[in-house]
């Protein structure tokens, strides 16, 4: 074993990077592991602020690259000036039945989707933290709102997320930097839509992008927004929250972090005897050696699949199935939010007025189905849409008929207003969506195949469906023009929140873990990414991943010092 660290860390991503953060601040010696390459701040953003003339192939990935290495993530949001910051799917191939399809969307770098997530951040409310128990789906949370309140408060605060206070009992208030403006038409839409509707809301959403930061985030090198909206080429500002941009920063200056690079965490590494983990095995991606890490506490927050494809992989004798897998729920309950449906309209008029910058952040309408008495009966839980207005720009020529002067000289003038509203809806937990692996079958690093099993239910369908209806029926409510909905079929994993698979819960005998995200048979191992989740609620997800690691690692530490792991 090489030299003993208080904490190792596993992933350096939304997760990874708080774990790292807390834990180094808090005086431990402490091991952050990737599977991937190193992406410095600033430094290894190679498209930021190039313009798509400079790009090959004026941006777009040729198709036949796409179909060769990119059969997977192409469906997300690859171009040419973000490739890099995913996988290909030809190098990290997994199996799934051919029924069913999972799209498992991945990027193996330093920082991992925190360089490309949608960074939308809403709290949970206590609905959320009951809904299992209340409708009988799933297992109860071991944790309400009350619980992860202030730590909500903490991760905010430090995070930098701008929004405006509400009110809304579904939705809590959090610590806000002052909210992005509206643009003409959407200000017009949310007076028409207070004055329609009692018992929904229209608000502008809730973001990690700093528009007022802190002493804090400066002394970081972070700046304000610049409404430039290529966040995923990275933000050299450090404007949006990222590991790069946040928690890794902040864990280097203490002087307590040691960062490992393209370092496959193969298993945790069992201590029959002590009955804790000893540490972990990990694999250079490029030499294929194997190195093992000694830690006095293992944090695993590699994302969803991957953190549950290591416990998966970490067998012993006791565990036999997986470490920490005496329930056998283990791999199970895998869930995604369900959306691919939605509306959208011209909204006549305005035609006098223009976006000003490109604004990263969206509308946002509250779930409203099955709460404050509304009932529906052919599904239950809810959804949330994510809206925004926009002018047509020259693009529309792409869809229409004509040529000459004529037809150059109309493109060169905005085209009308239009309104679109897309679905987040919650997805149930069930046994039967879940992930294996494969102990005869080894990739090339060693590594236990994968297989990923899951589809939406008939539930997550009709959820689907409502959402269309309804964005239309408030469309055309609100007064726009040639309003028309879409439903797209849906699959699994698209929506890039995956959850579930090492939940948490009350009993040991159907959990993998309990409310501080610690390895019920396992004291020193806890999992505090998607994984963790007992549900899905409709909300992004990684605001409450942040509170859950940042809660974790403060009680870690405690027990640490208590000699109690």
């Not at 498209?47 to 941006?59: A, K």
């Not at 194997?290 to 494809?309: H, N, R």
């Amino acid at each position: 074993m090489a030299e003993e660290f208080d904490a190792i860390v596993v992933g350096s991503g939304m997760s990874g990077g708080w774990a790292a953060k807390e834990f180094t601040e808090k005086g431990m010696k402490t091991l952050l592991l990737d599977r991937g390459r190193q992406v410095k701040h600033r430094e290894d953003y190679p498209t930021e602020n190039v313009p798509p003339w400079d790009l090959p192939n004026n941006g777009r990935v040729p198709k036949e690259e796409l179909d060769q290495d990119y059969e997977i993530q192409k469906m997300a949001f690859l171009q040419e000036y973000n490739k890099h910051f995913f996988v290909k799917d030809s190098e990290h191939p997994y199996t799934q039945p051919d029924d069913k399809m999972f799209t498992w969307i991945r990027g193996y770098h330093v920082g991992g989707r925190s360089l490309t997530w949608g960074k939308q951040t809403y709290r949970w409310s206590e609905m959320d933290f009951n809904s299992n128990i209340e409708d009988g789906n799933g297992i109860d949370w071991p944790i309400r709102y009350a619980d992860i309140e202030l730590w909500y408060d903490y991760v905010e605060t430090f995070a930098g997320i701008s929004g405006s206070l509400e009110g809304i009992p579904n939705l809590p208030d959090g610590k806000f930097q002052p909210p992005m403006e509206m643009t003409c038409v959407e200000a017009e839409m949310k007076k028409r839509f207070d004055e329609l509707y009692d018992d929904r809301h229209f608000i502008i959403g809730r973001c990690a992008h700093l528009t007022e930061p802190t002493e804090e985030q400066r002394s970081l090198g972070r700046e304000k927004c610049q409404y430039r909206n290529e966040c995923m080429r990275g933000c050299s500002f450090g404007a949006y929250f990222s590991s790069q941009s946040a928690t890794l920063p902040a864990a280097e200056r203490t002087g307590n972090l040691t960062t490992v690079t393209d370092a496959i965490c193969h298993s945790v590494i069992y201590d029959e005897t002590t009955g804790k983990a000893r540490g972990v095995r990990v694999v250079n991606s490029i030499t294929k050696e194997t190195t093992e890490y000694s830690g006095k506490v293992v944090f695993l927050c590699a994302s969803t699949i991957a953190s549950t494809q290591i416990m998966l992989n970490s067998v012993s004798e006791k565990f036999q199935n997986g470490i920490a897998n005496g329930s056998g729920a283990l791999g199970h309950y895998l869930m995604d939010h369900i959306y691919q449906a939605g509306a959208s309209g011209r909204m006549p008029g305005f035609e006098d007025f223009y976006e000003s910058g490109r604004r990263p952040n969206e509308i946002y309408i509250p779930r409203f189905r099955n709460i404050n008495g509304d009932t529906q009966e052919n599904f239950v839980r809810g959804y949330g849409y994510q809206c925004s207005a926009h002018r047509l720009s020259w693009k529309r020529g792409a869809d229409q008929t004509g040529y000459g002067a004529d037809f150059k000289k109309n493109l060169q003038q905005p085209g009308a207003w239009w309104f679109r509203m897309t679905g987040f809806g919650e997805m149930l937990p069930r046994y039967e969506n879940h992930i294996s692996v494969d102990h005869n079958n080894l990739d090339e690093w060693g590594i236990p195949a994968l297989h990923i099993d899951c589809e939406f239910s008939e539930n997550e369908l009709n959820l689907q469906k409502d959402i269309a209806a309804e964005a239309e029926s408030i469309l055309n409510n609100l007064g726009l023009e040639d309003v028309s909905s879409w439903v797209t079929p849906a699959n699994p994993g698209l929506c890039i929140h995956e959850m579930g698979t090492a939940r948490m819960g009350h009993d040991p005998a159907t959990s993998v873990l309990n409310k501080h995200n610690q390895a019920h048979e396992v004291p020193n191992l806890f999992v505090t990414d998607g994984s963790c989740m007992t549900s899905t609620a409709c909300q992004n997800p990684s605001l409450t991943y942040m509170a859950l690691t940042a809660r974790a690692v403060d009680y870690a530490v405690k027990q640490m010092k208590a000699d109690l792991i």
